[in-house]
């Protein structure tokens, strides 16, 4: 019973961050970010100020925040260890990608633009933006587990990861930049092999 209940507040809490977070980004869009304050999310929310500040300890992280790290790490995690390291981390970029802006996922697909403008409009957001690339790299380097545990292999994993979170964060912008009319699946591949080499997102 007590796994139910923690099951069922996480899923609450879940659901509440990303009602918040909605609001946010519709506010930040209308208003600008500037202009827009933690209240006035927490009044359009329909929630206090400290439960946004609960969920969203800045205003950066209105923005930022998001579980694509989770996402992209579960399938690095999946991937069979004898693939090449930057195939892994590219497959898992590229099928995130696909997965959040395929067809029916028009809102998903909305919301990712209009976040990735605000980032690239945003100095404060372009600055936090840094580590959020860190946090990333890191939990691309944690899902490699066992692998990963020597210094010499965690630092070869996370030479990797930067490099194609850099395709990544190169082919968002082009995204962004299109207005989300180029498929960015695609673009994130076309990235990658720019760096790698035509193989980097091959097929085992």
């Not at 996480?10 to 918040?20: D, G, H, S, V, Y």
């Not at 919301?111 to 403008?117: D, I, P, S």
Request: proline residues 4%; charged residues 25%; negative net charge.
């Amino acid at each position: 019973m007590p796994d139910q209940h923690s099951t069922l507040r996480a899923r609450r809490r879940a659901q509440t961050q990303r009602a918040i977070q909605a609001h946010a980004i519709r506010l930040f869009s209308e208003r600008g970010y500037d202009t827009t304050t933690m209240n006035d999310v927490a009044e359009a929310a329909g929630v206090s100020p400290m439960t946004v500040y609960r969920h969203f300890p800045t205003k950066e992280d209105l923005v930022l925040v998001d579980q694509v790290g989770a996402l992209i790490a579960e399938r690095i995690a999946a991937s069979p260890a004898d693939r090449p390291l930057v195939r892994r981390i590219g497959g898992a970029l590229v099928d995130v990608a696909a997965a959040l802006t395929g067809d029916g996922m028009a809102a998903d697909r909305e919301f990712l633009l209009v976040r990735l403008r605000l980032m690239i409009s945003t100095p404060a957001l372009r600055a936090k933006h840094l580590d959020n690339q860190y946090a990333l790299q890191q939990a691309i380097v944690g899902a490699l587990g066992d692998e990963a545990a020597d210094p010499d292999t965690a630092f070869q994993a996370e030479a990797a990861a930067s490099a194609c979170l850099a395709a990544l964060h190169t082919a968002l912008v082009r995204w962004a930049a299109d207005d989300g009319r180029s498929d960015l699946p695609h673009l994130i591949g076309t990235a990658l092999m720019a760096v790698f080499g035509d193989d980097v997102v091959g097929r085992p």
